[in-house]
């Protein structure tokens, strides 16, 4: 971990990250989209870019690739036959604007460790001056969850939340980002399917997901990766593709990975919280915007006796930066 021991990184990671506290090992993935990569790829290599076509140096002169693998960050695709997510993998993507568009896909990664392999790849792209992030590039994370575990009530409880205090959510964005295509509000009106009392229906959740109003599209396949509904800052249309919840809000930020961190750690808290896990929330009277926005969130539920503080310090709900 660029020469910090394990004991000191956690430390200053825990110091830095008062949410820290409360994660788990839930496994997670990301995606950091970027442009400027380097690389050829052809039809045989089915979107994966070989480490062995990746032209990318630093100003010292260093492949990519070598860089990558002195840091103890193992490249896939060297074969299309290998794994999926058994390794770090630069994947084309020709959404993003700008020549050598392309994501970063991390392995299967959870806990501690799984931050500090993330945390690495970032500050290793940067190594890289072509290497660069603009308006379209996002930072994807996937929590992985159990259908027999994580059923139809989770997703609802995580979709309740999520669509009710989704203008918080958009609040940690940089304000650039909060109108991106990519990561669009929700679509679905929970307050008329209450209205409609169509609560003893099932499957609630893929009902009310693959719907018209939430950008379902009759003619796509609902077993493939690209489905229009997906393109939320929510996607759960990955739990029913690959039985994971993408949240697609974030930017991608290589100037500060700690932003990063904190989403990772934000995200898996809200899929904890939807699976039953309620922790009580320290209150701190300097909160950084993350935990106050999960005082907020609390407040808004009613488990204010879940926050614990002292004498007059009481948080409030406000307003973006508040």
């Known amino acids: 971990m660029n020469g910090i021991e394990p004991e000191e990184w956690e430390r200053r990671l825990k110091f830095r990250y008062p949410m820290l506290q409360y994660f788990t090992n839930r496994p997670f ?14 039809a045989g290599d089915q979107g994966v870019i070989p480490p062995y076509k990746i032209t990318s140096r630093t100003p010292e002169g260093t492949l990519l690739p070598q860089v990558f693998q002195r ?14 997510y058994g390794a770090w993998s630069f994947v084309l993507d020709d959404t993003i604007k700008g020549a050598g568009g392309s994501e970063l896909v991390s392995p299967i990664l959870s806990g501690l460790k799984g931050l500090a392999q993330v945390y690495d790849a970032l500050l290793l792209l940067k190594e890289f001056p072509e290497i660069q992030v603009n308006e379209t590039c996002g ?21 309740r939340i999520v669509s009710i205090f989704e203008g918080y959510i958009y609040c940690l964005l940089p304000e650039e980002r909060r ?37 379902d599209d009759a003619q796509s396949p609902r ?16 739990y ?29 808290f809200l899929v904890e919280w939807s ?28 488990m204010m006796s879940h926050i614990r503080f002292s004498g007059s310090l009481s948080p409030g709900i406000g307003e973006c930066g508040s």
């Open 240 to 268: 029913w593709y690959r039985h994971t919840i993408e949240f697609r809000y974030f930017p991608s930020l290589l100037d500060t990975p700690e932003e990063l961190m904190q989403w990772i750690i934000f995200t898996q």
């Open 179 to 215: 109108q991106a295509e990519a990561c669009r509000p929700l679509e679905i009106d929970l307050y008329e399917w209450y209205r409609n009392d169509n609560r003893l229906e099932t499957p609630v959740v893929q009902k009310l997901w693959y719907s018209q109003e939430n950008g």
């Open 139 to 159: 930072f994807h994370v996937h929590h992985g969850v159990d259908p027999e575990k994580f059923s139809d009530r989770h997703l609802f409880q995580l979709l």
């Open 223 to 238: 077993n493939r990766k690209i489905h229009p509904t997906r393109y939320h800052g929510l996607n759960l249309h990955s």
């Open 71 to 84: 840091h103890d960050l193992t490249l896939n695709g060297f074969s299309p036959d290998e794994p999926p």
């Open 275 to 302: 699976n039953g896990r309620r922790p009580s929330l320290e209150y701190l009277p300097k909160p950084n915007k993350w935990m106050n926005t999960l005082y907020k969130i609390y407040l808004g539920t009613g």
């Open 29 to 42: 993935g990301v995606e950091i989209e970027t442009f400027g990569l380097k690389y050829s790829i052809s």
